[in-house]
């Protein structure tokens, strides 16, 4: 197959399938504080100071969840008491969270946060909660992270940050962002599904989302997923090691866009005007349905994802380009092709030539 949906899910990484597997066959809950618990202990501490590095903190700071929506939610509906703002184009885990009252931060074209409208924003709403995402899951756009929470910093606010598409991808710090929570999934760069991290600011705890015993300095109630955490550790560690290899990754995108842009002039591709992460490409085709292009790529055996979302048969246009100003037919096409630790150059020209036939079959 030729997998170029990374930003849906990475690949596992064979080391981290070893750890997660050698693990699994332990029997020690991390709690208990016979031999066997504090074994499962050092393989929960050890990944917590990976992951630690990954991102820049001290491992106290580190609170494993089961995932990315969990550290969302924890932060979003814990701070129930104060205004929520969040960008229009925020994953559904911040965007759908089940705050009714949560309001929207505009983008610009680009996909950058309209700062201005954010001001505004702050001004009207005193001491919000702004969850702003550090890259755009569809577009690959990079946010200014450490501009805009000084400014919500400035207005007394507290910032969250979804860096799922950001870890493993570029260097970054915590402690420089000067963020107030962080958010992290394992699976986005190459670990387990269902295991995720929330990053708190040092000697802040977060709101309590999981009720229940004393896991997580008490921040996070319920046994921890050993096996899964300790491949998170392992796949943190691998991130930070080959964060070169990821950024080289810009030089088959380009390949790979020439290559559409060459495919027809009806492709249209989206966030270059602003700073992206290396592997995303985000694009429109127009007059071609999204579901049904991906339909034809799948039967040639090749994984990409739509930015659109189908339910009930219909093609929802994408959320993401629609606050970016697409037009909503075009919006209706939206495709995202992403790459990662395991792609090879010349799975491009394999890609490209299944794309060039798909498009041929469906113009027909
Ligand atoms: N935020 C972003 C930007 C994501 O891409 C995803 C995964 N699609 C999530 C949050 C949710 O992460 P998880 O699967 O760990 O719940």
Excluded at 160 to 181: E, I, M, N, Y
Aim: aromatic letters at 6%.
């Amino acid at each position: 197959m030729l997998y170029f949906d990374y930003n849906a899910t990475c690949p596992i990484r064979p080391e981290v399938v070893k750890i997660s597997h050698e693990v699994m066959s332990c029997h020690g809950n991390a709690s208990s504080i016979h031999g066997a618990g504090r074994a499962a202990r050092k393989h929960v501490e050890g990944a917590r100071e990976h992951v630690a590095t990954l991102v820049g903190c001290a491992p106290k700071q580190v609170i494993f969840t089961s995932g990315a929506t969990e550290s969302n939610n924890t932060v979003l509906r814990g701070y129930a008491d104060r205004p929520l703002l969040v960008a229009a184009t925020e994953h559904p885990s911040v965007y759908f969270c089940g705050r009714e009252d949560a309001i929207t931060i505009p983008v610009k074209q680009s996909g950058l946060i309209d700062l201005k409208a954010l001001e505004e924003l702050l001004k009207e709403n005193k001491k919000a909660l702004v969850s702003i995402m550090m890259v755009n899951n569809e577009t690959g756009v990079i946010q200014p992270t450490e501009e805009i929470c000084a400014l919500v910093h400035k207005y007394d606010g507290i910032f969250h940050t979804d860096a799922v598409q950001a870890a493993g991808r570029f260097p970054l710090s915590f402690k420089d962002l000067d963020v107030d929570f962080m958010s992290l999934s394992a699976h986005k760069l190459g670990g387990p599904q269902g295991v995720g991290a929330l990053i708190t600011r040092q000697g802040v705890n977060p709101p309590k989302f999981m009720h229940g015993g004393g896991q997580e300095r008490r921040c996070r109630a319920g046994t921890e997923n050993v096996a899964g955490i300790a491949g998170f550790g392992e796949a943190a560690r691998l991130a930070v090691e080959q964060m070169d290899d990821f950024q080289a990754l810009e030089t088959l995108r380009e390949k790979l866009e020439n290559g559409l842009r060459q495919s027809s002039n009806r492709v249209r591709i989206y966030g270059e005007d602003a700073p992206r992460v290396a592997n995303t490409t985000s694009c429109t085709v127009e007059g071609i349905d999204s579901a049904v292009f991906l339909m034809n790529l799948d039967l040639e055996n090749v994984a990409i994802s739509s930015g659109a979302a189908c339910s009930s048969g219909a093609v929802k246009p994408s959320r993401v380009l629609l606050s970016m100003g697409v037009p909503e037919e075009l919006a209706k096409t939206g495709l995202r092709i992403s790459m990662g630790w395991n792609t090879k150059e010349a799975e491009i020209d394999q890609f490209l030539d299944k794309w060039n036939t798909c498009l041929k079959r469906m113009d027909k």
